[in-house]
């Protein structure tokens, strides 16, 4: 083999590395932290802002779509946990006639992976009384774990209970 054949052999091999492993970062770059981050504190704390607001719509069901099919929900004003569906419904069914607006006191939110978070803390729920309008506040703690499965953050374990001192 001649020096120029070889030469041109080394530039080729070259080449071909430079553009395989190019290739390589380009996949590790689309593939790699990007798609794999994880969600900020602000976008979970808006996970609670969503729950909220389903609550306002007065539609059982649309606050029971925000819990995954098998969530445990342990609610503040029922002895009764929740481990299904139909429960949560049912309890929201019982909830929602009271007009629940809840307000976070404190909250302590902790991002585990890119498909999973808890936020924790202090809330106050104002609940109306249907039959007189009389208002009164409900001082509780709360905690809620998020999963993202299928590409939607559903709530997976809700513990809420009246604050023990209040």
Do not use: C
Request: no cysteine.
């Amino acid at each position: 083999m001649t020096r120029r054949t070889m030469s041109k052999r080394a530039a080729v091999v070259t080449v071909t590395t430079a553009l395989a492993l190019g290739t390589l970062g380009t996949v590790a770059a689309t593939a790699g932290p990007q798609h794999d981050a994880k969600p900020s504190k602000k976008q979970i704390a808006a996970l609670f802002d969503g729950w909220n607001a389903a609550l306002q719509t007065g539609d059982p069901k649309k606050v029971a779509n925000r819990y995954a099919p098998d969530a445990v929900l342990l609610p503040t004003v029922s002895n009764e946990i929740r481990t299904d569906r139909a429960e949560i419904v049912d309890y929201f069914e019982h909830f929602l006639p009271n007009k629940p607006v809840a307000k976070k006191v404190e909250t302590y939110i902790n991002v585990l992976d890119r498909n999973s978070a808890i936020d924790a803390g202090a809330y106050d729920i104002t609940l109306t009384d249907p039959n007189t309008g009389k208002k009164r506040v409900v001082e509780a703690r709360y905690t809620y774990e998020y999963e993202k499965r299928g590409g939607k953050w559903l709530i997976v374990n809700h513990h809420s209970s009246v604050m023990p001192e209040g």
